[in-house]
Structure formats: C-alpha cells, structure tokens
C-alpha cells in the first residue's frame, strides 16, 4: 500500500503550501546573517522592551545591567523594587506580586502601555527553599516556594507570551535551577524548578508556530549576595559548594546572564524548548565522588 502524501513514519508533514516561514530561518537562507533576523523582529528589537522580573538583585539584576549595557531598552520589576546605580534601566516602582494572577496581568498591561511591546522577557523572580528533613517541611512553606518559583514564572510567561504570540516575536528565558533536575533536602524548590523546566518545553511547543521562543537556564550555586551571606554566617560552606563541581568554584551571576542574553538574542534564532546549565559542570561531575572523586590538575611548571 502507498503511503500518503504528507505522511513518514507516522508523522504529518505539512504540504509545501502549509508550511510556515519563520522570519529567522528565511533570514538565514538568505544569508542576511543576524541583522536580517533581527530586522524582522525574531527576539528583541529597537521596538520592543525587555522586561526582567525579580531585576533588583541577584541574578536578574546582572542581567538587567548586562543587557542595558548591550543597548536594550530593560524595565525592571520586583516585589521589593530598587533601582540599579548607575545603568539605563527603567525601574516599575509598583511591588509585582508574581504569585497574584490579578496583579500580573494588570501590571504587564500597565507596563506595555507606559514602556511598549515586550519583546524579550527574563522570569527571574524567585525564593531559595528552606533545608528541612521531609517531616518538618511546613505546608505553607511548600506553598510559598511552590506559588512564587513555579506558578509566578507560568503566571508571568503566559501573560507576557500571549502578547508576544499575537504581535508574532519574543523570546523567554526562565530561570530554573540544578536543583530542578537534581535532589536535595529542599524539597519544594527542586520540585518548583523541576516545574519550570518542563513548562518551558511545553510554552515552546506552544508559541513555536507564531515566533515566540522560550528557554530556560539552570545556574549552579551562583555567588549572589545571598549566597555569600549564607556563607558568611556559617550557614553554607563554601568547599562543599565549589568542590562537586568540574570547576571546582562557584558561578558567577554575570556568567548566568551572558546565556540568558544569548537566549534571548537573535545568535539563539533556532533554539527553543531547552534547558541550558551554567554550572561549572555540576551536573557533569557530581557522580565522580563515587569512583574516587575528581582529578587534580598537575602542578604548573
């Protein structure tokens, strides 16, 4: 029996009249290299503002910073808003409650109206889980790290990406964690971060037809200000962070923002759906402490 037209190994292959054509791939075609892509408005745009939430500290301030530095026109939320000295970032002076439905969608409203379209948009707002053994995690513990870390970033992501799927560009980048794809003794963020990697492939394959990109990146233990006060007040050790790593240090913030900036960027024009580490290989190397641990490099000469 002939196979349909269309048909292979039982998936459907749309007629050459039903395929889409994706602005960045067309671009590529042609040859117009990155400034064709970005011309057709395939992430963000001269047009468009990146929106960072949880932009006042940590991670999302490094990026806010690192990408008001490349020329991008950033706003920044928080739920305890501050400004960044001395960059060109806009600061939404509101409290944004990632967790409230109502209160994302009406401020997302609010900002398109006073700043223009969102055309990137980097889900920063999070909480580090509390290390309890399971019998004390508190319910309404679980809940705040659950409704903040994985409800807040699917709150915000579908408000911001539904915008986006109707003007048929942007980029998302959550920010997810090792711990989402790892265990440890807290048990409601790795369970939340677990979360935030899989809706990002779902959101992916949601908006991929109409332009819109979503991805996510994991950092590894990043050296922000609250790690390093944890680390100051004995509450973490700072060898047993660096040590199960393949590099052996910490992550720095700006590091994690340099891949989020890639995916947001017309240079990602292709990527979509993915999870990308920035762990200083602690993903790669935690399983060789059961054969004997890592090797040292030998002495310089």
């Known amino acids: 029996m002939r196979r349909p037209a269309g048909i ?29 892509m ?26 806010a910073k690192l990408l008001a530095g490349q020329g991008q026109r950033v706003v920044v939320t928080d739920i305890a808003p501050e400004p960044l000295a001395e960059t060109q970032t806009v600061l ?16 997302i409203a609010a900002i398109e109206a006073a700043h223009g379209p969102i055309t990137g948009l980097v889900n920063a707002a999070g909480v580090f889980g509390k290390m309890h053994p399971i019998e004390r995690v508190r319910m309404e513990q679980w809940d705040r790290e659950v409704n903040i870390d994985l409800r807040g970033t699917f709150l915000v992501a579908r408000s911001v990406g539904v915008r986006m799927a109707e003007r048929r560009r942007g980029a998302i980048v959550n920010v997810a964690s090792v711990a989402g794809m790892t265990s440890g003794p807290i048990h409601a963020y790795t369970a939340a971060k677990a979360g935030v990697i899989q809706i990002t492939q779902t959101l992916a394959a949601e908006w991929g037809r109409t332009g819109v990109r979503v991805n996510a990146v994991s950092p590894g233990f990043t050296r922000t200000a609250m790690l390093e006060a944890g680390i100051a007040s004995g509450a973490l050790n700072r060898k047993r962070l660096e040590s199960p790593t393949a590099m052996n240090r910490l992550v720095e913030p700006i590091e994690v923002a340099q891949a989020i900036a890639w995916l947001l960027s017309p240079m990602s024009s292709g990527v979509t759906g993915i999870n990308l580490p920035v762990d200083a290989g602690y993903i790669a190397a935690t399983t060789w402490a059961a054969y004997g641990g890592l090797r040292e490099p030998p002495a310089a000469q």
């Open 8 to 36: 292979l190994q039982g998936y459907w292959l749309p007629s050459r009249g039903e395929i889409s054509h994706d602005p960045s791939l067309a671009a590529a075609k042609r040859g117009q290299g990155i400034s064709g």
């Open 38 to 63: 970005e011309s057709r408005g395939t992430a963000m745009t001269a047009e468009g503002i990146v929106l960072v939430t949880g932009g006042s500290r940590g991670i999302g301030a490094a990026t």
């Open 92 to 107: 939404w002076p509101a409290p944004l409650d990632v967790a409230n439905e109502s209160a994302v969608v009406s401020g």
